[in-house]
Structure formats: C-alpha cells, structure tokens
C-alpha cells in the first residue's frame, strides 16, 4: 500500500470513525477505498488494528485523536 | 526413557479463584471413555446411504470427459454426483472446483465425482467404473519450481498480486506483499555481525485420528440437514449455502464428537457431495473419508522456501531483520504466509524490519490451516538464525533473546504496537527452570527456542437456563475438540459462584444457538468462555433483582457472592442460588441468561522450548531426551487441558520436526499416504512433555485468559533443529530431521 | 453380491451372531452390523490402534480381522470395559488425569492399556510406552495418557 501513498510509512487522517478516516485517506491518496472496502465494508480478507488490537467493529469502530489504525491481512488460525 | 525430575508448573498468577485453575473431570467424559460418544462415522439414520468418492491420480491435468454412466448402471447404486450439479455461479469456481473438480485436476487426490450405495462396498466398486479421460500435464511440487520462469501454469486467470496492485502477469505466484519498518539496508549496514541462511520446510498433515465425514439428508421439506465433525458448524452452514445457492435458513448442521482438528477440520469437503447425492436420493447419505484419502484430498499445511537474514552489534541488539518466505498453497491460492509474516519476528523489538512473502500455487493438496499456521515454518528458519547469531556473538542464547525481547509498546514489523505480552516472562521462566540450568549429559545437544500466535477472538453467543434444583443449562456452538465445554462451564460457575458440576454445557447445533465462529484459532475458551461469562452475569442480575422482589427490596441493595444472594445493609436476608431457583417458577418465572459476544481484547501468546536431544553418529536418528515447553497463557482455567494443549503442540511439532513430511514422487503422487510411512510421534518415541505455565494476565479479557492451543506448535521444529545442531556442528536447513538429513547435513 | 456368511460369537460376554460378507471386516462388522460404535475407525490398515479389540486375550487391531474370523472367538470391546455403570479404574485415571482430548483414540487406548495391566499390573513407563506403542494420539502427546496408566495400575494394585 505503500506505493498509494508516494512511499510513507505513516500518514496522518482525520475522522471519527473508520469510515471517515477511510474516506479522508481516499480524498488524501486516491486507491486506497477501492483496496480496503468492498460493498460499503471493509473487504472480508483485511483485519483493522486499532492501538495495537483487532476491531471486529469495521466501519463503525470510533476512533480517537491518537488512534493507531493498521490495515493487515485477516487470519484466523487453526 | 525415563523422565528426569523436575519441577511441574509454576503457575505464575496473583488472582485466585473459586472454580478457575481447578481440574474438574470434564462434563463429557462418561461418555467419551465408555465409548458412547457420537463421532461423525457413528451417526446413523434411517434409510442411510453410503457414498465414496472418486480421486484424480494425476497431480495436474485437464478433465477431457467425465462418463459415470456404466457406476449408475451398477445394481445398488442410487446416486452419483459430479461438478456439474453444483449451482454454476461465477464467483465461487475455485471453491467448487476443490470439493468436485470440473474442468481441471490440480492435485493427485483431487475428488471428482461422488456415488452413493446402500452397501460401502458397491459403492466403492462403482468408482472403479467412472470413466474420466485425462490429459496429463507436467507439475509444479515446490516454490521454487512454480516460481521459475517458464513454468507450468496451475491457473490461466490466475494473475499475481504485487504489492497490492494486480500486475497483469500470469503466473503461480498469486500474491506478493511487503511489510515494511524502518529501513534495513542501513541497518544492515550498521550491524557487526551478519547471519544469512536458506531453509525448507516440507509439506505435512494435521494428522487428526479421525478422518472427515459427514452425513447428509436433503428433506422433503427443501432443509438440508448436516451431521458432521467440524471445527465450526456455522462455517460448514455458511459454505454449504454458497455453494449449493440456498439460503442459510434452509440448512441446519448438527456437530456430532470430533477427533481432532487442529484447523484441518476449519474447511468443507465432504458435506457438499453428500448434500447433493441426498438430494437425488432423497434419503441420508453419509460419507466418511479414507485415511488415503485424508491425507491427499484434505488440506495440509504448506511445504516452504524461507531466507532469513539478520544484522546486529557485537552487544546482540538486532539492528535488522529481513524475512523472504515463499509458501505453498496447493492447487488453489490462500496458503498462511500472512499470518507467518505478522509472527516471523514477533517475539523481538527490531527497528528496522522488511517481511517479503509470497502465496504460489503448486500441485498438491489445496493447504488448509494447521495450528499457527504458517508460523511453525517461520520459526524454522528465525529461531536457528538466532541460534546462529548467539554463537557468532557468544552469547547465551536466552540472554540474547532476552536482550531484545518485545515488549508491552514494541512495534511489530507489520505495524501495530503489542499490548501487554509475556515473550520476557516466558523467557525468564526458561532460564530459571531446572531443565536450563542442570548441564547437557555428554554427547547431548541443546537447543532453545520462542514462538508466537496472535489468537483471534470473534462471534460467540450462550444460553443459560436455571433449573429449579439450583443447576444450570449452558448451551453454546462451540465444538469440543479437546475439552472446552468444561473451561466454558468453568466461566459460567465462577461467575454465579456454584460448583461446576452444577453446569450441564452442551454444544448445541446451528438453530439452536446464535452464530459461533470457528472452535481454532486458540479463540475458544477467550471467547465462548466470554460469552458463557457474559450470559451467566445476565443470570446473575435477573438473580438479585428477583431476590429483590421476593424480599420486596431495591435490588442495588443486594449482592450475590459465592452462590449467595445477601443484602449489603440487611443481614437478616440471605438465599442460596439454589433456593432461589426452587421458587423460580412461583415468583415471576423461569430465569435465562444470554450473551451473543464479539470481543476485542484478543492477546497473543509466547511460547518457549527447552530440548536436549542425542544423535547416533551412525544412522543420524534424532532420539529427544528431555522437552520443556513454557507458555504464557493468560490465566490457565483448567490447568489439565492447557497443560494437554501444551503437550499436544509440543508432540505435533516434534513429529513435523523430525520424521513427518508429504513425499512426493516426480509425478506428484504422495508415496507416503499411510500412516505407517506417514510418520507420526509414537508414545515410545517421546519422553513426558514437562510444563510450565506462565500467568501473564491478559488485560482484555475479564479473566485474563489468552489463547491457549497454538503458540505451542511454533517452537518446536527449531528448538530441535538447534539441539540437533548444538550435538552435530551442521545447521539443519531442512525439515524434517530424518536419519538421512542429519546423516547428509555435514556434507 | 456375495452370500453372507452367519457368525456366532461372543462378544463382552454375551453371545452375539450376525450376518456378514466376506469382505467385510470385524471392525466393520462391531460398527454397522452389530452396532457397537465404541470401537473406532482411523486408518483400515491396522496403523493407528483406533480399532483396537481384545480378541482371545490378544489385543488386536480389528480392522486387520475379517469378521469370519470371529467365529467361535471371545472378543471384547470398550464398550465391555465398564462393569455395569461403574467405570474401570482406567476409564476413571483417563478422566481425572486429562488423558484424553477429543477421545477419538481412548477406547483403543483403553481395551490396550487394560490388557497390559492384566499381564504386567506394575508395567515401567517405558513398558507402557513399548505396549501403547501401536495406539497413535494426536492429542495428547502421550504424557498424560502414561501417567493415566500408572495411575490406575497404583490404585488396581491397592485394591
């Protein structure tokens, strides 16, 4: 994901929930919606970490001023 | 082969409870030791069929013509069913495709069509008299030869994946993604010392005693209902809808006993087949796979080509770590190397970190999960880096671990930061134990190890009934591969403060209770425990405001402590639990809790290996002497089974480690699909598995309980992999740890 | 279809007879003509012990045994461990140990164990592992099995 955001290892979004943040990362870098929501959900092979745990909330997980949000592959186990 | 002595459990904990971290016998256990338990292949039903299924022997080929005509004409044959009779949606190809294939085999085992017979026998006479004509094509069996360019193509619509963008390039390399800290050429460049290896790891099978089944009975009413051995009924509901193209509601799957899972028992295989042979039969059927058959038409864990290269200063602080891990999907993509890039270097705080891995199709077996899957093949090649590292450095291998160990606010390589862990504590213990500080017998080897599983938490939900005599119902989805009915009993008893063997938990099918993910992913006794825990507070309240209007009270006066319900002002008013029960139904009636639960709260788990191992110089057999396995588990509910989880990562891992492996002909035939050549641990070839729980309380969780069941799988293939080493001088860059290989390794 | 053969034996001291082809073996004679469940199937070719009968007073695989053979043979089951509804002293160390987890493999470990017992009632652990040797668990990994064992072969002897 990277390459959608010109190389930066961390980006900076504002929003109150994940659906704004997702929205705002979009209008920021254009791609990144499309690679991260499918059907108005994030898409079912992505997990979202916020502050370091797993949110089964998608959308509709509030987020904070600090937060730490991290997109990443979606395992389950065995 | 006797055991040494040595000092059992140190239970590390500073909350004490009534029922937690006690031993009760399981709720179960009549029936499972009496053999009255019904496993899937003991279900029986009226009018019941038996279907067989027939398998490619190729391992990749395109199908030119299926003919089963002269198999219907067979007297007793009632059904048979082929890819063709699947809903033909578009989206859902590949997943049809594993469970029937249509246009092309890609795996020698590959199932193709599907008969059913009153008698198993004719049944099986029936496959012999499918006629399938083939047009064979040359496979691909490793990553390497899938990756190479010129290779045979599994998928022509398979394009990679690179680095999130479609590349447009056909190959077997479905995805290849990055994750990214810092930056490694300067740290690299910054570091001392410099360890660079190559390793491989072969595929292997979860090796579950019992094989996959299913019944099925398509009923006049248009409802399908399942009876199988599942790790998740709602999953086998929920797959079964897409693929057959019928609403969940019309389908109900019961979970009958299961003999083991270990994540091999996550997907669906038969149930599909015998839906659709019910369907035209309008009766039972039941299919229950072959021992052959499980091994080359389920789903085994991937075989791996891994490249680990690490960079640190002569004080052993890491300074970079590079990561290259291409694993085998098998003939469909969706192999775990996701979950081995969050876990390769999880137990470290490294600054500057690069994970490449790679998900490539090859011709065997689609994978399926496996206990940690993908993380055992990363600690592989990680944890003898490390090995190689601390001898480079001469350091201990503990205190180099020790020296940058995660911690509480580490940054992961793949982004987030850890909450509260216990990879410290868990080393801690290691070096403290008996086994680490008595010297190695002579001509020994030692070796070390840690690993890591994230745990997972989703959907639970549970149901509490009183009865009148004070005991409760609990009902609950999720099935009981290794006693966690008992740890979910346990929850609901802390909670009402009654004895566990007040609880009856049953698992109950998927109209019964509400949606319960999957019993893997060490989720389990985290989440369904929650659940149960959730549902008996729901009791408990409906409790006091009862008693409150019994004694015609405020019920925010009352409190109920240990199976009694008291008010904090007046002493005069007390009731046990059971005496409320008793008038339950002439004061207001019936009580029932209930919880439907998603939790976040979900901490990972450390695990750490101690193995002392010696070798015979003529025939290269790798004997374990002694094996010590540490693990954080949160808090430990039934010490037994955490410990049985423990031992039974622990053995899985040695057997991966040493003697199991798919061995594949050059034509893609697995050689070795017995279990005879399939070599799994026997108790003769094993010392007891010593123990140690670690209680680092898990913040997320109202008990503290992580989960248990797969971090312990992680260690053990390069603990004994560097015993091995430490006893031979060579590095064993190959699993498994045969005679041959340790014999070769010096060559 | 071949005839079936009729076949009087006994099986957990009751005398049982049954109809059976000849290709049919007693393991699935015990599980779908007869019945008795208990005894389970993990590999049809006598690697995993699942099966595990106690057949003139050798322990043996029975997927490996036709069920012609059982003619005229005493055969015990798991299901013929128990005496009545009070449990075996194995089947009780199984429980209070945790020796067993999804319990797939416990009947045959059970019938194997109890023969060991009534040959050698103070077997080492390293004669328990030798004779559970063809019992495979994927479960347990063998350590709590062993000292379910010795266990009850302590409380037999006190007995």
């Known amino acids: 994901m990277q390459k959608l955001c010109n190389g930066e290892q961390k980006l900076l979004i504002e929003g109150t929930n994940l659906r704004q943040v997702i929205d705002n990362l979009d209008l920021q870098y254009t791609g990144f919606k499309d690679r991260l929501v499918e059907d108005g959900k994030i898409k079912p092979n992505i997990s979202v970490a916020v502050d370091g745990e797993i949110t089964p909330l998608g959308m509709i997980q509030k987020v904070d001023t600090n937060s730490e949000i991290h997109f990443l592959p979606a395992i389950s186990g065995g | 082969m006797t055991t040494a002595d040595y000092e059992r459990n140190m239970i590390l904990s500073n909350v004490d409870y009534k029922v937690l971290g006690t031993r009760p016998v399981r709720h179960d256990g009549a029936d499972k030791v009496t053999g009255r338990a019904i496993y899937g292949a003991d279900f029986d039903a009226s009018g019941l069929l038996h279907g067989k299924i027939l398998r490619s022997p190729h391992a990749h080929a395109k199908i030119v013509s299926i003919d089963t005509s002269k198999a219907e004409a067979l007297e007793g044959v009632k059904a048979v069913a082929t890819a063709a009779d699947f809903p033909q949606t578009d989206d859902k190809k590949w997943v049809r495709d594993n469970i029937l294939a249509s246009d092309k085999v890609l795996y020698a085992g590959h199932a193709i069509a599907g008969v059913a017979a009153a008698n198993p026998h004719v049944a099986e006479e029936a496959l012999a008299l499918i006629e399938v004509k083939y047009e064979v094509l040359k496979p691909v069996l490793t990553t390497q030869e899938a990756m190479a360019d010129g290779a045979p193509i599994l998928h022509e619509g398979l394009t990679t994946q690179e680095l999130g963008e479609d590349s447009g390039v056909v190959s077997n390399t479905a995805d290849?993604?990055?994750?990214?800290?810092?930056?490694?050429?300067?740290?690299?460049?910054?570091?001392?010392?410099?360890?660079?290896?190559?390793?491989?790891?072969?595929?292997?099978?979860?090796?579950?005693?019992?094989?996959?089944?299913?019944?099925?009975?398509?009923?006049?009413?248009?409802?399908?209902?399942?009876?199988?051995?599942?790790?998740?009924?709602?999953?086998?509901?929920?797959?079964?809808?897409?693929?057959?193209?019928?609403?969940?509601?019309?389908?109900?799957?019961?979970?009958?006993?299961?003999?083991?899972?270990?994540?091999?028992?996550?997907?669906?295989?038969?149930?599909?087949?015998?839906?659709?042979?019910?369907?035209?039969?309008?009766?039972?059927?039941?299919?229950?796979?072959?021992?052959?058959?499980?091994?080359?038409?389920?789903?085994?864990?991937?075989?791996?080509?891994?490249?680990?290269k690490l960079g640190a200063k002569s004080d052993g602080t890491i300074t970079a770590a590079h990561a290259w891990m291409a694993m085998e999907a098998g003939g469909y993509p969706g192999s775990p190397v996701g979950a081995a890039a969050q876990c390769v270097f999880a137990a470290y705080d490294i600054e500057n970190g690069l994970i490449d891995g790679y998900d490539v199709v090859v011709n065997k077996p689609k994978t399926a999960p496996y206990r940690a899957p993908g993380a055992p093949n990363a600690a592989f090649g990680m944890e003898q880096a490390m090995n190689e590292l601390a001898i480079k450095l001469n350091m201990d291998p503990i205190d180099l671990r020790l020296k940058n160990v995660a911690v509480e606010g580490t940054r992961r390589i793949d982004g987030p930061t850890f909450r509260r862990i216990g990879a410290k504590e868990v080393l801690e213990a290691m070096k403290d134990h008996p086994h680490y500080q008595t010297a190695k017998a002579a001509g020994h080897g030692r070796g070390v190890s840690i690993g890591f599983w994230f745990n997972i938490g989703f959907d639970s939900a549970c149901n509490i009934a009183v009865n009148s005599d004070g005991s409760i119902n609990l009902t609950e989805g999720s099935t009981d591969i290794g006693g966690s009915r008992t740890s979910i009993a346990m929850h609901a008893a802390e909670v009402l403060g009654i004895p566990v063997e007040d609880v009856r938990p049953s698992v109950v099918d998927t109209d019964t209770i509400g949606f319960t993910a999957v019993t893997g992913g060490s989720?389990?006794?985290?989440?369904?425990?929650?659940?149960?825990?959730?549902?008996?507070?729901?009791?408990?309240?409906?409790?006091?405001?009862?008693?409150?209007?019994?004694?015609?009270?405020?019920?925010?006066?009352?409190?109920?402590?240990?199976?009694?319900?008291?008010?904090?002002?007046?002493?005069?008013?007390?009731?046990?639990?059971?005496?409320?029960?008793?008038?339950?139904?002439?004061?207001?009636?019936?009580?029932?809790?209930?919880?439907?639960?998603?939790?976040?709260?979900?901490?990972?788990?450390?695990?750490?290996?101690?193995?002392?191992?010696?070798?015979?110089?003529?025939?290269?057999?790798?004997?374990?002497?002694?094996?010590?396995?540490?693990?954080?588990?949160?808090?430990?509910?039934?010490?037994?089974?955490?410990?049985?989880?423990?031992?039974?990562?622990?053995?899985?891992?040695?057997?991966?480690?040493?003697?199991?492996?798919?061995?594949?002909?050059?034509?893609?035939?697995?050689?070795?699909?017995?279990?005879?050549?399939?070599?799994?641990?026997?108790?003769?070839?094993?010392?007891?598995?010593?123990?140690?729980?670690?209680?680092?309380?898990?913040?997320?969780?109202?008990?503290?309980?992580?989960?248990?069941?797969?971090?312990?799988?992680?260690?053990?293939?390069?603990?004994?992999?560097?015993?091995?080493?430490?006893?031979?001088?060579?590095?064993?860059?190959?699993?498994?740890?045969?005679?041959?290989?340790?014999?070769?390794?010096?060559? | 279809m071949p005839g079936k053969t009729h076949v009087q034996t006994t099986i957990n001291g009751e005398k049982v007879d049954f109809l059976c082809e000849p290709r049919q073996s007693l393991l699935?004679?015990?599980?779908?003509?007869?019945?008795?469940?208990?005894?389970?199937?993990?590999?049809?070719?006598?690697?995993?012990?699942?099966?595990?009968?106690?057949?003139?007073?050798?322990?043996?695989?029975?997927?490996?045994?036709?069920?012609?053979?059982?003619?005229?043979?005493?055969?015990?089951?798991?299901?013929?461990?128990?005496?009545?509804?009070?449990?075996?002293?194995?089947?009780?160390?199984?429980?209070?140990?945790?020796?067993?987890?999804?319990g797939i493999c416990t009947p045959g470990f059970i019938v194997s164990s109890k023969a060991l017992l009534e040959q050698n009632p103070d077997p080492t652990e390293h004669e328990i592992r030798f004779w559970l040797a063809n019992n495979l668990c994927r479960c347990t990994g063998y350590d709590k099995i062993v000292r379910a064992v010795q266990d009850a072969a302590k409380k037999m002897q006190e007995a």
Request: aromatic share 6%; glycine share 12%.
């Open chain 3, 28 to 102: 699935e004679c015990l599980r779908d003509v007869i019945g008795l469940t208990g005894t389970k199937e993990g590999c049809n070719d006598g690697n995993c012990g699942a099966c595990t009968i106690n057949m003139d007073g050798r322990v043996v695989t029975s997927c490996l045994v036709l069920g012609v053979e059982a003619e005229g043979a005493n055969i015990e089951t798991i299901e013929g461990v128990a005496d009545g509804s009070n449990l075996h002293p194995l089947q009780l160390a199984f429980l209070e140990n945790a020796a067993l987890q999804c």
């Open chain 2, 176 to 308: 290849h993604f990055q994750h990214v800290k810092g930056d490694v050429t300067k740290g690299f460049e910054d570091a001392d010392v410099i360890v660079e290896r190559e390793y491989n790891t072969a595929m292997v099978h979860q090796g579950y005693i019992e094989p996959h089944n299913g019944t099925a009975l398509w009923n006049a009413d248009g409802r399908l209902h399942v009876w199988c051995s599942t790790q998740g009924s709602f999953v086998v509901r929920d797959s079964l809808a897409e693929l057959l193209d019928i609403p969940v509601s019309r389908i109900r799957v019961t979970p009958t006993e299961i003999g083991g899972g270990f994540g091999g028992k996550i997907p669906i295989y038969v149930e599909p087949v015998a839906a659709i042979l019910s369907k035209k039969t309008g009766t039972p059927v039941k299919i229950v796979m072959s021992r052959k058959d499980t091994f080359e038409g389920s789903g085994p864990t991937p075989g791996s080509n891994i490249k680990i």
């Open chain 2, 523 to 747: 989720r389990t006794t985290f989440a369904t425990g929650w659940a149960a825990y959730e549902a008996a507070q729901d009791v408990k309240k409906q409790s006091i405001e009862r008693a409150g209007s019994i004694w015609d009270v405020d019920p925010d006066s009352l409190q109920m402590e240990d199976g009694v319900i008291s008010s904090k002002t007046d002493s005069e008013l007390k009731m046990t639990f059971k005496e409320l029960a008793s008038q339950m139904s002439d004061t207001g009636g019936g009580i029932t809790g209930r919880a439907s639960v998603n939790p976040k709260g979900v901490g990972g788990s450390f695990a750490g290996n101690m193995v002392d191992v010696s070798v015979d110089d003529e025939t290269g057999k790798v004997t374990i002497e002694r094996f010590t396995c540490v693990q954080d588990v949160g808090k430990a509910i039934h010490p037994s089974y955490v410990e049985g989880q423990m031992q039974g990562g622990s053995v899985q891992g040695i057997g991966w480690a040493l003697n199991e492996e798919y061995f594949m002909n050059d034509q893609g035939n697995m050689a070795n699909s017995s279990l005879l050549d399939y070599r799994m641990p026997t108790s003769l070839d094993l010392p007891m598995i010593d123990t140690v729980i670690v209680e680092v309380a898990n913040p997320g969780h109202p008990f503290g309980v992580r989960g248990v069941g797969e971090a312990n799988i992680v260690p053990p293939t390069p603990a004994i992999a560097n015993a091995v080493s430490d006893a031979t001088g060579n590095i064993m860059t190959q699993l498994p740890l045969t005679p041959g290989a340790v014999l070769d390794s010096g060559k």
